[in-house]
Nanobody, 121 residues
C-alpha cells in the first residue's frame, strides 16, 4: 500500500516562504506525476502545480512565478517551494501522486492527508 505524507506547512507572514514536502512510502514501482492542490473554506479544491515524470511542469495563474514544484525520484518525494506568500494562499495543501505499486501494472491515484498553510501578519 502506498502512502503520501505531507510536511512543511505552518504560519508565515505575508511575503514569506514555505517549502512543502510530499514523501511517498510503501512498495512503489514508479511515480508518473506529482501535483499539489489546495482548498480553503467554502471553496473547491484547486490545482496549484503539477510535475510529470519527465519534469514538465504547469502552474495555476495565481501562483505562477511565485511557486516552484520539483521532485526527487530517488527519494520518491515531491516539493512545493512557495515564495512571496499572500493571505489568499492560505489553505490546506494536498499532495497527489499517480503511482504504480511494485509488482502491479496499473497506476493508482494517491492523496496525502493535507497540511495547513496560513499566511497572516
Amino acid at each position: 500500500q502506498v502512502q503520501l505524507v505531507e510536511s512543511g506547512g505552518g504560519l508565515v507572514q505575508p511575503g514569506g516562504s514555505l517549502r512543502l514536502s510530499c514523501a511517498a512510502s510503501g512498495s512503489i514501482g514508479s511515480i508518473r506525476a506529482i501535483a499539489w492542490y489546495r482548498q480553503s473554506p467554502g471553496k473547491e479544491r484547486e490545482l496549484v502545480a503539477r510535475i510529470t515524470s519527465d519534469d514538465a511542469t504547469n502552474y495555476s495563474d495565481s501562483v505562477k512565478d511565485r511557486f516552484t514544484i520539483s521532485r526527487d525520484n530517488g527519494r520518491n518525494t515531491g516539493y512545493l517551494q512557495m515564495n512571496s506568500l499572500k493571505p489568499e494562499d492560505s489553505a490546506i495543501y494536498y499532495c497527489n501522486a499517480v503511482v504504480r505499486p511494485a509488482f502491479r501494472s496499473r497506476f493508482v491515484d494517491c492523496w496525502g492527508q493535507g497540511t495547513q498553510v496560513t499566511v497572516s501578519s
